[in-house]
C-alpha cells in the first residue's frame, strides 16, 4: 500500500493519493462485487458529536467513468448543528488488476463534474503507470 496527502493552495484543501495491491484473489474478487454494485452499503450516513456539537455526515454516488476496469466516484458532505459545511469530499476509485487506486479531495469545490473529471485525469495517469508495470 502507498499513500500520499498534498495539502492545497487554500486553508483546508487536500489531495490523497492511495493504491493498495491484494494478493489475495478471494479479497480482491470480494472487493471487485462490492465496487461493481457501486452501492454505499449503509455507510451513506453517520453521526457524531464533538466537543458537544452534532455532527452529520453523508455520501451518496457519483457518476465517472475512467480508463480502470471499474471506477466509482463519491461525495461526500456534512453538517453541523444543521448547518452545511462548505468544505466536502470527493473521491475517485478504480480498480486496475489487483490494484485499487483512490483519489481524495477536500475543500471547498465550485464546479461538482470539474472537480470530477480532475480527480478522473488524475486517476487515468494511475492507471497508465501501473498498466506499465502489469
Do not use: H
Request: charged share 25%; proline share 1%.
Amino acid at each position: 500500500m502507498a499513500v500520499a496527502t498534498v495539502a492545497g493552495a487554500e486553508v483546508g484543501e487536500s489531495t490523497s493519493y492511495s493504491v493498495a495491491s491484494y494478493e489475495d484473489d478471494a479479497k480482491l474478487s470480494e472487493i471487485k462485487k462490492t465496487v461493481e454494485a457501486k452501492d454505499l452499503q449503509g455507510c451513506d450516513s453517520f453521526s457524531m458529536e464533538m466537543q458537544g456539537m452534532k455532527l452529520n455526515a453523508s455520501a451518496e454516488m457519483l457518476d465517472a467513468t475512467s480508463d480502470a476496469e471499474v471506477t466509482t466516484a463519491t461525495k461526500t458532505s456534512i453538517t453541523m448543528e444543521g448547518t452545511e459545511v462548505p468544505m466536502g469530499s470527493y473521491t475517485v476509485q478504480g480498480l486496475v488488476g489487483p490494484n485499487a487506486v483512490s483519489i481524495s479531495f477536500s475543500g471547498a469545490v465550485e464546479g461538482e463534474q470539474a472537480k470530477i473529471d480532475e480527480l478522473v485525469k488524475e486517476l487515468n495517469v494511475a492507471v497508465a503507470e501501473l498498466e506499465k508495470t502489469q
